[in-house]
């Protein structure tokens, strides 16, 4: 048997970055529950591993789930320079789990109700229609910057209120916010520049929240104002902190999964052609993108109480750090799952966690692919891929850093059939 690669090292190479699969492939083999030394962490590649970790909260819990390595391995006088990045993450509907998490859940959720997120289709495929339209008169485009991220920023800033002369500043503000957590065990470099981007962020937020209260609007700030100021116990550092959980959880993954799957399409052209054939496969062809390229590839979760997880002693209060991408790559979970397959029914697929912190913005989120792929292969409007390999971003957060493309006028009528 080959020897392992070694975590330690591999996981920040770029060639892991490039096509992490083989890698977790390997995991899941030889050592599917692996102690990571330089990272202080178990390293989860199962599917069935992930879920039961996702699902057990009173076993592998969600509190201080990122602050515990900061508390554990930083100087106090560190910790104090970084404190605002601490106590978001100590707070917030990620950051806990029980009856904090169900209370949060429910004061939040009125704005992705299902009611709300299908009001929402027209909207966002005028927005696709409106972005491809401006492209097709230059001689090329990047689907990243000029699709992947202004669709999903401006739908999340529209339905919170943000305003739009802003949402690059946002957009900036949440990626500082999370570069941190492209690794478990950041630079101190790193986690300045994150606590930075935090603040700024947040500082934002209450300004907006003030003025809200002065002049409600019919947004998701509002809501969370009225919910506050009605006694519905939410404080405000909660309601701070879940606004930038929603936001930055609004737009990153959404970019990613966006690009992904339209590089993937443009490597299969077979399975696109399904897709164009039959627009009652697009729902399931989500799934399938978001299995096949989690646009997040890992989450984490704080062992509770001394356990064993596949012959391994794990204690009390280590990391498990929980590889949705692979799991997502089980053969296990799903046959042959280095084939992208349209058609692949069922698709188990853990890219939005599962369980109680299930993603509240998964619904949004597909929607908003859904949206975006109808147009590229039904609408008025073409995209000519011109890479083959470009460039991904880091093993966090499965992204393309650019996509080279054209636009073309279609050739058809250009009637988008509605969403199945």
């Keep these: 048997m080959t020897a392992l690669l070694s975590p330690d090292a591999d996981l920040l190479s770029p060639e892991f970055v490039e096509n992490p699969y083989p890698f ?6 030889e050592a599917p529950v692996c102690w990571s030394e330089a990272w202080r962490c178990w390293l989860l590649t199962r599917h069935d591993d992930v879920v039961e970790t996702l699902s057990a909260p009173a076993r592998f819990s969600s509190v201080r789930r990122l602050t515990s390595v900061f508390e554990s391995e930083l100087s106090t006088s560190f910790q104090d320079r970084i404190r605002p990045l601490i106590n978001h993450y100590n707070t917030g509907l990620i950051n806990v789990d029980g009856a904090d998490h169900s209370r949060l859940r429910r004061l939040v959720q009125q704005g992705f109700t299902p009611s709300v997120i299908q009001k929402m289709q027209d909207q966002i495929r005028t927005l696709v229609r409106s972005i491809l339209a401006r492209t097709a008169e230059k001689p090329e485009m990047d689907v990243i910057r000029d699709l992947a991220y202004p669709l999903p920023i401006t739908v999340i800033t529209d339905l919170m209120g943000i305003p739009e002369g802003e949402r690059d500043n946002f957009k900036l503000w949440s990626g500082k916010t999370v570069e941190f957590m492209a690794t478990p065990r950041a630079s101190e470099e790193v986690l300045l520049e994150s606590n930075t981007g935090l603040v700024r962020l947040r500082e934002r937020f209450r300004q907006l929240t003030e003025d809200r209260r002065r002049e409600p609007r019919a947004d998701l700030i509002t809501a969370l104002v009225q919910a506050r100021d009605a006694g519905d116990k939410l404080s405000n550092e909660e309601m701070i902190s879940t606004l930038t959980t929603i936001l930055i959880g609004g737009h990153e993954t959404t970019t990613n999964l966006l690009g992904s799957s339209i590089l993937r399409l443009h490597q299969h052209p077979g399975q696109k052609e399904k897709l164009r054939a039959n627009p009652a496969l697009l729902r399931n062809a989500v799934e399938e993108f978001l299995r096949f390229d989690a646009p997040f590839q890992r989450n984490r979760r704080v062992v509770v109480d001394d356990c064993e997880l596949r012959g391994q002693s794990l204690r009390r209060g280590q990391i498990v750090l929980q590889f949705l991408g692979a799991a997502n790559r089980d053969p296990a ?28 913005g998964a619904a949004l989120a597909r929607l908003e692919v859904q949206c975006a792929i109808g147009e590229l292969l039904h609408g008025p409007y073409r995209i000519e891929v011109l890479e083959d390999r470009p460039q991904w971003k880091d093993g966090l957060l499965r992204g393309l850093r650019e996509l080279r493309a054209r636009v073309h006028p279609a050739t058809a009528s250009g009637h988008t059939p509605p969403l199945p």
């Design 333 to 360: 979970a799903n046959p042959e799952p280095d084939r992208l397959d349209v058609e692949r029914n069922p698709v188990r697929q853990v890219a939005f966690g599962h369980g109680a912190h299930f993603c509240l």
């Design 24 to 29: 977790y492939a390997r995991l899941r083999r």
